[in-house]
């Protein structure tokens, strides 16, 4: 291999992605680390961080078998939070989104200002309060490649008011920590961070801001579906715009671009709890006659932000089986982006799906009848490891943020089946009554 290669890594619920990517974009070696998530009621949700976070990474890095590159990038879900010892290694379990732990008396807030980090903070503390650190986990898996413990300007603002521009000391003070003990916030992202080995180091970042900006989700009626264990939905709009419950950030790298996002449970942790409940059986199905899941099986994130919603199902009768009740839960999927649609008011005239779930033909091709709209699967699944590698290319210095639109490819596209249309259309109403 030659040429300026960067390497990305995707830290997500299920495994550790890695990705070696040359100069064009293409993907020269690739690796997938699984590891548990423990989540055995609804109200739990971690990792063994230094499992997932710290040992994971390294050898995702090391199974590339890439030992020449110039940067690399590392995203992850978010929030996260652990304890580290003098060494960077874990001391505590890896709190992930939706736990108890972070959660707030009021959890319908604006996602951005939950305080969903700050609990975490909080619970971690008292768990080891004279541990080195308190990271998450990029800064982690930065530290046991041998780099710097640093992330992105987006995660800082999330940590606010601890985070100012710079670490509240003060603040900090009031709940016994000191600003050595946090990771480093980066300003930056076009020039290094830190380095691991000879390669530049990009600060760690989101999984969701890392994938949208290889999606190509890039038009006014985009809709960008990361279709991973979470479900999360960006809505590209012409004009600024607040949605109570959702996010709204500038495009990455689009002038002018406004996109409204959100994240639900309704993604690969509904499809994959509904397709081990249900075995698979695959029977050819027709349009009409179908349930209606509501699918908060550990409660729903945006726009609801209820922890207490719990999955249901209706419409069910003695005629179906459990092929019908999994087509039922690739339409409840479906019907949790139409809402975001809907919500949004976007003129949506197609889908950029990306993530795992890209690879399951019924789940996009549900996707594409529940919204009506077309559906376009990234080349790349793994979006986030290859965002995470473009902004690696960044901090080499190598070339600007716009140059990643070169990066951008899609493969199949999925078309509304017409003989669904309107029996999807039929359960949708039914399902808003249902979920809402």
């Known amino acids: 291999m030659a040429g300026d290669i960067t390497v990305g890594l995707d830290i997500g619920t299920t495994s550790v992605k890695a990705l070696a990517v040359d100069a064009d974009g293409t993907v020269l070696a690739r690796s997938r680390i699984p590891h548990e998530v423990f989540a055995p009621t609804p109200d739990i949700h971690e990792h063994n961080a230094l499992e997932a976070w710290y040992e994971g990474p390294r050898r995702a890095v090391a199974e590339l078998g890439v030992a020449d590159f110039v940067g690399i990038g590392v995203a992850s879900m978010v929030p996260s939070m652990t304890a580290v010892d003098d060494d960077g290694r874990p001391m505590t379990p890896g709190l992930l989104y939706g736990d108890h732990r972070g959660r707030t008396s009021d959890h319908a807030v604006d996602p951005l200002n939950s305080g969903e980090y700050r609990a975490m903070l909080d619970w971690t503390i008292q768990q080891a309060p004279n541990a080195r650190g308190y990271w998450t986990a990029p800064a982690v898996a930065a530290a046991a490649l041998g780099g710097t413990p640093v992330l992105d300007i987006g995660t800082g603002v999330a940590l606010a008011p601890l985070w100012d521009g710079d670490w509240q000391a ?12 946090m990771p480093v916030i980066s300003m930056s992202n076009d020039s290094p961070s830190g380095w691991i080995g000879k390669a530049a180091q990009a600060p760690g970042m989101a999984d969701a801001w890392a994938e949208a900006t290889v999606a190509g989700a890039t ?201 669904w249309l309107p029996h999807c259309e039929e359960r949708y109403q039914r399902w808003r009554t249902l979920a809402d």
Request: net charge negative.
């Open 170 to 181: 003060d603040r900090l003070a009031e709940i016994g920590l000191r600003p050595e003990q």
């Open 219 to 419: 038009g006014v009626g985009d809709a960008l579906v990361i279709c991973g264990t979470t479900l999360i939905i960006w809505c590209a709009l012409a004009e600024p715009m607040l949605v109570d419950g959702l996010w709204s950030f500038p495009h990455p790298y689009i002038q002018g671009l406004t996109m409204l996002a959100g994240a639900s449970n309704a993604g690969g942790m509904f499809i994959n709890w509904a397709r081990r409940t249900l075995a698979g059986a695959t029977v050819q199905l027709e349009p009409e006659s179908l349930p209606v899941w509501v699918p908060y099986v550990r409660g729903e994130r945006t726009p609801l932000h209820d922890p207490s919603r719990r999955a249901s199902l209706h419409d069910a009768h003695i005629g179906q089986d459990s092929a019908a009740l999994m087509r039922a839960a690739y339409e409840a999927a479906g019907f949790v982006v139409r809402r975001q649609l809907d919500q949004a008011g976007s003129q949506t005239r197609r889908i950029v799906a990306s993530g795992g779930g890209v690879h399951d033909e019924e789940w996009m091709q549900a996707l594409a009848d529940c919204t009506g709209v077309p559906v376009d699967v990234v080349a790349v699944p793994e979006g986030a490891a290859l965002g995470a590698a473009w902004y690696g290319r960044m901090a080499a210095g190598l070339e600007p943020l716009e140059g990643v639109a070169r990066w951008v490819r899609h493969g199949r596209r999925y078309e509304p089946d017409p003989r």
